[in-house]
């Protein structure tokens, strides 16, 4: 077989490296994703070695996926970007080999690449998964997950508090394939205990935190509600991170994670991701195989490259947020505040009990109207007013305009009041931002 392992031939390459690359492709060829019809396979021998050599999140933020056994065999630190549409093969043995799970390469840039593993690796390891695959938007991870795992006419429970295209697509979607859905309050255990015991639940699907209210799910109780009755459960991690929280630990069958957010953490790419036990990934990856929401290696490489930091930004915007979080809860002109490391969040003793870090959003209400809420953000002058969050800039925003400006029955519904903000804390000096928002405030 080629000493590049496959498709990726890299020229100029040293005989460390090729041994490395020779080493592992053929266990590389049986890991699950680089040939969809592979038998699902225990972990190449590079990646035990990676789990032998890096034990903490800091060092698989920063190693895992790159420092032993990557497919593509350089002398470079960083991984390449392979931007390729095809792969070639040597042989009609060799092609035969592929298409058998003997020799391990893509074939096709729809069916992989060799950047997009490494970083699939990379989320791998710090989720504690089998496997990942991963595509073009959180939504488009979501929407694969859900087209993969929920049969027609299959029937699946959410909850009320949920990113708004994320329930778009499930009330507008899901429906075309014979889909039901019992939609219930994220506290709600009796609500989900009955929808198990009356429906034939194929999947309940969840975000924990919650997009806005930051509302916690007990992911080990649900997760047992939910397997004894058959069903799976997939958590929408986006707003925790694979470093506060690892929900395949706690019962979880899949955790889908919008990229774009934390796990990229530069406001500069879009992406998502799907992991969990290899025979539910595969099953994902076939699906995308054929429907191809693929994300482009460069897309890839920025991902990357922003895990290397990933353990540093979320340790940081912990801190900011839960100080930010005690300073407002302490002000006069906040009514409210939402962050589960706040004792007075409803389920502060889930996030303790689950989480290590409560992440980097506040969402908060402040104590006026439309009005006194549209001054004040304003008036702030650090955080960019924008969609999104998760990067090192701070962002801000109001719901009731950013997400609901189209309904204000939807708003109601969902309890997005005018005064509502959401405040996705970046990597500044918590000194500076507090100074910020309290000129701002004192503006209203
Ligand atoms: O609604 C959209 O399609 C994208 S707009 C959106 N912004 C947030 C959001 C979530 C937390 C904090 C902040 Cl500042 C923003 N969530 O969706
Ligand atoms: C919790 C959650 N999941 C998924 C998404 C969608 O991710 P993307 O924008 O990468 O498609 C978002 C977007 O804000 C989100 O907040």
Known sequence: PSPFGGGSRVRGTSSHAAAASAATSAAAAAEVGAIPNAKLAQPSAATLAERALLGSDASLA?????????????????????????????????????????HASFEYGRYGNPTTEALEKKMSALEKAESTVFVASGMYASVAMLSTLVPAGGHIVTTTDLYRKTRIYMETELPK???????????????????????????????TPTNPFLRCIDIELVSNMCHNKGAL??????????????????????????ATKYIAGHNDVIGGCISGRGELVSKVRIYHHVVGGVLNPNASYLILRGMKTLHLRVQCQ???????????????????????????????????????????????????????TRRFIDSVKIPYHAPSFGGCESIIDQPAIMSYWDSKEQRDIYGIKDNLIRFSIGVEDFGDLKNDIVQALDKI
């Open 233 to 258: 459960l997939c958590i929408d991690s986006t707003f925790a991170s694979p470093i506060n929280q690892k929900a395949l630990t706690l019962g979880a069958d899949i955790v889908v994670h919008s």
């Open 62 to 102: 920063v190693h895992a996926g790159e420092r032993l056994g990557r497919r593509i065999a350089t002398d470079a630190i960083t991984t390449p970007v392979v931007n390729t549409s095809a792969y070639w093969f040597s042989s009609s043995q060799e092609l035969i080999d592929f298409k058998e799970g003997r």
């Open 318 to 372: 912990n801190n900011t947020a839960l100080r930010m979080a005690q300073f407002l809860e302490e002000h006069p002109k906040i009514a409210r505040v939402y962050y589960p490391g706040l004792p007075s969040h409803p389920e502060h003793h889930i996030a303790k009990s689950q989480m290590t870090g409560f992440g980097g959003v506040v969402s908060f209400e402040v104590d006026g109207d439309f009005d006194s």
């Open 177 to 207: 394939r014979g889909i039901t859905m019992t939609v219930i309050r994220p506290a709600d255990m009796d609500a989900l205990q009955d929808a198990l015991d009356n429906n034939n639940v194929s999947l309940f699907f969840t975000e």
